[in-house]
Structures are given as structure tokens and as C-alpha cells.
């Protein structure tokens, strides 16, 4: 079983709605969430992170993370074109005074007008 | 401040021979990694360097060799390349530094090996 499972897609949404981003890990010990961006033929870049179980708001955006089912999501309002990328779900472990990410697939998110 | 750069870009490899990709930062961080991108596949991790003068395997070691010259550079060798290399690699750096767990990404390297 794969750490991170994440749906690759992909999501076509149009203009204005609301997109649900999901990913479920398998061990229960991880405590950092990460989600980050890819616009294509670029690098990943942070969005946001969350700690432990609950909510974080930033704009439009909301990581929300459920520890009892080990589920963690990205919700997006108001999507807009300029939202369409590869979304990718991360966890951010510690070993050794060093920071290691386990990714999902990534899920590539297209929103048309 | 750039951030993270590699290079070259872009690469065409025929099977059997070598090359090796570059990585700087200028963000003075200790951490360095090379992850590759495939389709479905999301990141993994080849190669990391928590500090400078050390290496270790990541999750997909195999067919690579890594140097960490100096705590701002830090080179990703293939030294006999076969397709199954195929795929964009990424360098990253981190520190961790309060509430900074982020780590930064280079624009990525386009390997194709024929």
C-alpha cells in the first residue's frame, strides 16, 4: 500500500465552482500535511500546510484534514482559471535534522470559462 | 536571489551514456534532494543531503550517483542511462527554521533517453 493514494484525474470544472481536492495516507503517526501547486512545466510550490486534524483557511483556499479516517482534502472557492494546475498532496516527515515529503500522484485540475 | 536553478534544461541521452545534472541554491540551506516526475507517479525521492558532506538513498537510488560539493550546490549523475530514466527531475532545499517546513523546487530538468 502506497503512503499517499491520490486520484490523478483529471478535474475539469468550469468558471466559479467549487473543487474538492482528496488524498487518504496510511500511517496514522503523520502529523504535517502539505499541499502544493505545479503549473505546468514548473516546479512545485507551497499553497499551504496544515498541522495535525482540523481546518486552515487562506483565501479561496481551505486544507482541511481528518485524522479518525486518515483523509486529508483541498477545497477550492470560486475557481478560477488561473487555479488550473497539478495539485499535489504531501506529507512532511522529520528524520535526522532534516524535513523528507512523501507525495500523492498528484491531481491535475483544468477550469474552464 | 534566484532560489533554486538547474541545469541544463532540457536533455537527450542515448542508452549507455552519462551525464550529470546540476542544482544551486542561494538560500543558504542545509537540505537538498532530487526527486524525478513521472506520469501517475507523483515526486520520489532518488537522492538527499541533510548537510554538507553527507548523502543518503532515497526511494529510488538505483542507476544514480549524487555529490554535494559545498552546501550550495548539489549534482544528480547518471552514469550509464537507460529510457527507464526517462522523466523530469526536480531539485529542492529546505531548512528547518521555526515554522518553515517548506521546501523549494528548481523549474526541473527534462531528461529523454533513447
Known amino acids: 500500500q502506497k503512503e499517499v493514494e491520490q486520484d490523478p484525474g483529471p478535474l475539469s470544472v468550469p468558471e466559479g465552482a467549487i473543487v474538492s481536492l482528496n488524498c487518504t495516507y496510511s500511517?496514522?503517526?503523520?502529523?504535517?500535511f502539505m499541499w502544493y501547486r505545479q503549473y505546468s512545466r514548473k516546479g512545485p510550490e507551497l499553497l499551504m500546510y496544515t498541522y495535525s486534524s482540523g481546518n486552515k483557511e487562506d483565501g479561496r483556499f481551505t486544507a482541511q484534514v481528518d485524522k479518525s479516517s486518515k483523509y486529508i482534502s483541498l477545497f477550492i472557492r470560486d475557481s478560477q482559471p488561473s487555479d488550473s494546475a497539478t495539485y499535489l498532496c504531501?506529507?512532511?516527515?522529520?528524520?535526522?535534522?532534516?524535513?523528507?515529503?512523501?507525495f500523492g500522484a498528484g491531481t491535475r485540475l483544468a477550469v474552464h470559462p | 536571489n534566484a532560489g533554486v536553478t538547474q541545469t541544463p534544461k532540457f536533455q537527450v541521452l542515448k542508452t549507455g551514456q552519462s551525464m550529470t545534472l546540476q542544482c544551486a541554491q542561494d538560500m543558504n540551506h542545509n537540505s537538498m534532494y532530487w526527486y524525478r516526475q513521472d506520469p501517475g507517479m507523483g515526486l520520489r525521492l532518488i537522492y538527499y543531503s541533510a548537510s554538507e558532506g553527507t548523502t543518503d538513498k532515497g526511494e529510488v537510488p538505483n542507476g544514480y550517483n549524487v555529490s554535494r560539493l559545498n552546501k550550495r550546490e548539489f549534482s544528480l549523475r547518471l552514469e550509464s542511462a537507460a529510457p527507464s530514466q526517462t522523466s523530469v527531475y526536480f531539485c529542492a532545499s529546505s531548512d528547518l527554521a521555526g515554522e518553515s517546513y517548506e521546501q523549494y523546487f528548481g523549474p526541473g530538468t527534462r531528461l529523454t533517453v533513447t
Open positions: 504531501a506529507i512532511l516527515t522529520f528524520s535526522g535534522g532534516y524535513n523528507k515529503l512523501i
Open positions: 500511517n496514522s503517526a503523520f502529523q504535517y
